[in-house]
């Protein structure tokens, strides 16, 4: 393992990569604290994969970064060798507009993808937080996604295509190019979620969807959780399509998005609101500058800028959706937290940041934790300080998967180059 960022190291590497793309690493590149002794920013594939070789070969770690909104997801890492940032490996590689389908390289922030594609009204359908900042590359490793995942989808669902870079420096390619590719493993699938553990991603090929001609938003007010449940599986029972259905509390509340030509949306939303009258809740239709306002308030709530505090993923079955708030409710009060809450109510993808005390946030965690069996759902941090995570840990009880995830790290990456520790269960 190596000690520090010698000259020697630095000019080996940036003469084995034929370009002056690595550097040593400075405070601003520091990941939970820990500053990487090496940072290397390349520009091509070759270099992706010469710096994996090189670090391979050496017995040194690498930490890959995109935007850096996610960097801090998962556990604090031991020391880093070297930080391969990826954001100069940016743009859109070829847009198949024809066949719905787009390649873009793994630099690329999603606002900039889309933009792109928009030239011909297309998009590639996830909305997480910081679009601006967020690179597809980050997106995919983490299979992060938005309010739209109720009907498009998360990365996983998308993507049908990839090139990584393995922990050997060796390039391969899964997929294809086109929605109807059923040839080899599918190993793109494998990598979303992987959190940068088992290869790099270099490039990825997403199906795309049309955008909607019309927008219109239901802001929905309960008069308490458990009327959540009730309302949604009213809005499935007439066969209304929303492509998102989230939920937000304190207090609780709803947005309900239908997208479609203009006659459709309108006529959903007006469905959506007589059934919430009829499940004894109040609600508004939305359109234009309301709407925006509406949504952005809502992404604010829980990933704003700024805000402090511990944010939480819960992933539950649809149907305890109301049962899982007022858990949440409950937990917060015990431990006199402030907290919010925002998700997917139609698909059990709950956000929560709780804000207080570290030992009271533990609590708060455990408590959860505890109340969930195993194979029913799970309670995951995804921002929190060094000393919340040493005290809970991040990802929680993994289950029966935990040997097979560990065996197929093994497969990817026998050296443990990749990421170290920081996948699921480390």
């Given at each position: 393992?190596?000690?520090?960022?010698?000259?020697?190291?630095?000019?080996?590497?940036?003469?084995?990569?034929?370009?002056p793309?690595?550097?040593?690493?400075?405070?601003?590149?520091?990941?939970?604290?820990?500053?990487?002794?090496?940072?290397?920013?390349?520009?091509?594939?070759?270099?992706?994969?010469?710096t994996?070789?090189?670090?391979?070969?050496?017995?040194?770690t690498?930490?890959?970064?995109?935007?850096?909104?996610?960097?801090?997801?998962?556990?604090?890492?031991?020391?880093?060798?070297?930080?391969?940032?990826?954001?100069?490996?940016?743009?859109?590689?070829?847009?198949?507009?024809?066949?719905?389908?787009?390649?873009?390289?793994?630099?690329?922030?999603?606002?900039?993808?889309?933009?792109?594609l928009?030239?011909?009204?297309?998009?590639?359908?996830?909305?997480?937080?910081?679009?601006?900042?967020?690179?597809?590359?980050?997106?995919?490793?983490?299979?992060?996604?938005?309010?739209?995942?109720?009907?498009?989808?998360?990365?996983?669902?998308l993507?049908?295509?990839?090139?990584?870079?393995?922990?050997?420096?060796?390039?391969?390619?899964?997929?294809?190019?086109?929605?109807?590719?059923?040839?080899?493993?599918?190993?793109a699938?494998?990598?979303?979620?992987?959190?940068?553990?088992?290869?790099?991603?270099?490039?990825?090929?997403?199906?795309?969807a049309?955008?909607?001609?019309?927008?219109?938003?239901?802001?929905?007010?309960?008069?308490?959780?458990?009327?959540?449940g009730?309302?949604?599986?009213?809005?499935?029972?007439?066969?209304?399509?929303?492509?998102?259905?989230?939920?937000?509390?304190?207090?609780?509340?709803?947005?309900?998005?239908?997208e479609?030509?203009?006659?459709?949306?309108?006529?959903?939303?007006?469905?959506?609101?007589?059934?919430?009258?009829?499940?004894?809740?109040?609600?508004?239709?939305?359109?234009?500058?309301?709407?925006?306002?509406?949504?952005?308030?809502?992404?604010?709530?829980?990933?704003?800028?700024?805000?402090?505090?511990?944010?939480?993923?819960?992933?539950?079955?649809?149907?305890?959706?109301?049962?899982?708030?007022?858990?949440?409710?409950?937990?917060?009060?015990?431990?006199?937290?402030?907290?919010?809450?925002?998700?997917?109510?139609?698909?059990?993808?709950?956000?929560?940041?709780?804000?207080?005390?570290?030992?009271?946030?533990?609590?708060?965690?455990t408590?959860?934790?505890?109340?969930?069996?195993?194979?029913?759902?799970?309670?995951?941090?995804?921002?929190?300080?060094?000393?919340?995570?040493?005290?809970?840990?991040?990802?929680?009880?993994?289950?029966?998967?935990?040997?097979?995830?560990?065996?197929?790290?093994?497969?990817?990456?026998?050296?443990?180059?990749?990421?170290?520790?920081?996948?699921?269960?480390?």
């Amino acid at each position: 393992m190596a000690t520090g960022p010698s000259d020697v190291a630095l000019t080996d590497l940036n003469t084995r990569l034929g370009a002056p793309v690595a550097r040593a690493g400075a405070g601003s590149d520091a990941v939970d604290g820990v500053v990487p002794r090496l940072v290397v920013e390349p520009q091509t594939p070759a270099n992706v994969g010469g710096t994996l070789a090189w670090a391979t070969e050496s017995g040194r770690t690498v930490i890959v970064r995109g935007g850096g909104t996610k960097i801090g997801w998962g556990p604090t890492p031991g020391p880093i060798d070297v930080l391969l940032s990826m954001r100069r490996m940016s743009g859109v590689e070829a847009h198949r507009h024809g066949d719905l389908t787009a390649t873009v390289q793994a630099g690329t922030t999603l606002s900039a993808m889309n933009a792109v594609l928009a030239e011909h009204r297309q998009w590639l359908a996830l909305d997480p937080p910081d679009p601006d900042t967020a690179t597809i590359g980050g997106i995919v490793a983490t299979n992060d996604s938005g309010p739209r995942r109720h009907w498009h989808g998360a990365p996983r669902d998308l993507i049908i295509g990839m090139t990584l870079a393995r922990a050997d420096g060796v390039m391969a390619h899964s997929g294809g190019i086109v929605v109807k590719n059923v040839a080899g493993y599918d190993l793109a699938r494998l990598l979303t979620g992987s959190f940068g553990s088992l290869g790099v991603v270099v490039n990825a090929t997403f199906k795309l969807a049309p955008r909607a001609d019309a927008s219109r938003t239901v802001a929905v007010t309960l008069a308490g959780p458990e009327q959540c449940g009730p309302y949604v599986a009213a809005l499935v029972a007439q066969a209304s399509m929303p492509t998102a259905l989230e939920l937000a509390a304190p207090p609780p509340a709803m947005l309900v998005r239908f997208e479609s030509v203009e006659t459709v949306a309108e006529q959903q939303a007006l469905q959506a609101v007589t059934l919430a009258e009829q499940q004894g809740g109040r609600a508004v239709v939305l359109a234009g500058d309301d709407e925006s306002h509406a949504w952005r308030a809502h992404d604010t709530r829980v990933f704003g800028t700024g805000q402090d505090g511990t944010i939480l993923k819960i992933v539950t079955v649809p149907n305890e959706v109301s049962s899982t708030l007022t858990r949440i409710t409950e937990a917060a009060q015990t431990n006199h937290l402030d907290y919010a809450v925002t998700g997917r109510a139609g698909l059990g993808v709950l956000n929560v940041l709780v804000q207080g005390a570290t030992e009271a946030r533990a609590s708060f965690v455990t408590m959860l934790r505890d109340r969930f069996l195993p194979g029913q759902g799970s309670v995951v941090i995804r921002r929190a300080d060094a000393e919340l995570k040493s005290l809970v840990g991040v990802w929680g009880p993994i289950g029966d998967g935990l040997p097979i995830m560990r065996e197929v790290k093994r497969r990817f990456d026998p050296t443990g180059t990749l990421n170290p520790g920081r996948g699921p269960a480390g």
